[in-house]
T-cell receptor
Framework: RKEVEQDPGPFNVPEGATVAFNCTYSNSASQSFFWYRQDCRKEPKLLMS???SGNEDGRFTAQLNRASQYISLLIRDSKLSDSATYLCVVNSPTGGFKTIFGAGTRLFVKA | EAQVTQNPRYLITVTGKKLTVTCSQNMNHEYMSWYRQDPGLGLRQIYY???????DKGDVPEGYKVSRKEKRNFPLILESPSPNQTSLYFC????????????FGAGTRLSVL
């Protein structure tokens, strides 16, 4: 089983739609969680950190469920510019600074 | 401007010809890391370094070497490249610690013929 698993998609949604991605992780001792965004073969960039209490940044909401070991990303009112791959990222205490990336979920937003 | 700089951005080489991909950061980050990204597999860590002269293997270190003689630089060395090392490579840096938010270079697309 992969340490971090995501549905690869693709998710094809119309502009204005709400879309949600989930990600599961296997190490219950994982300490910090993030969503990164990656545009076509460019470098990943931090989208947002994920906190247990949930956090929101404009149209984006991230949630963490430690009991079920999953994190989620909700995008409201999708824009064409949201088309990208979204990477779930987990920091594990293993080896001090082990960062594990999910394989990514592809989103296409269409006009 | 705070950045992570990788060179070259694109490289085509032949099997067995030693090459080095350079990585430099200007943010005074302690932690640096190299990843390769292949379709369907996501980002896989090759090597990482928590500080000068401190390096350790990631998940896929075979066929690669690194060094960290200065805080800002973390070159990736392929002593004898093979076609299965054809990939997109990213260097990243951060302050480390529990949060470890990483900043990435623009990537190096390597083809080994």
């Amino acid at each position: 089983r992969k340490e971090v698993e995501q549905d690869p998609g693709p998710f094809n949604v119309p502009e204005g739609a709400t879309v949600a991605f989930n990600c599961t992780y296997s190490n219950s001792a994982s300490q910090s969680f993030f969503w990164y965004r990656q545009d076509c073969r460019k470098e990943p960039k931090l989208l947002m950190s994920v906190y247990s209490s949930g956090n929101e940044d404009g149209r984006f909401t991230a949630q963490l469920n430690r009991a079920s070991q999953y994190i989620s990303l909700l995008i409201r009112d999708s824009k064409l510019s949201d088309s990208a791959t979204y990477l779930c990222v987990v920091n594990s205490p293993t080896g001090g600074f082990k960062t594990i990336f999910g394989a990514g979920t592809r989103l296409f937003v269409k006009a | 401007e705070a950045q992570v700089t990788q060179n070259p951005r694109y490289l085509i080489t032949v099997t067995g010809k030693k090459l080095t991909v350079t990585c430099s950061q200007n943010m005074n980050h302690e932690y640096m890391s190299w990843y390769r990204q292949d379709p369907g597999l996501g980002l896989r860590q090759i090597y990482y370094s928590m500080n000068v002269e401190v390096t350790d293997k990631g998940d896929v270190p075979e066929g690669y070497k690194v060094s960290r003689k200065e805080k800002r630089n973390f070159p990736l060395i392929l002593e004898s490249p093979s076609p299965n090392q054809t990939s997109l490579y990213f260097c990243a840096s951060s302050f480390g610690g529990q949060k470890n938010i990483q900043y990435f270079g623009a990537g190096t697309r390597l083809s080994v013929l």
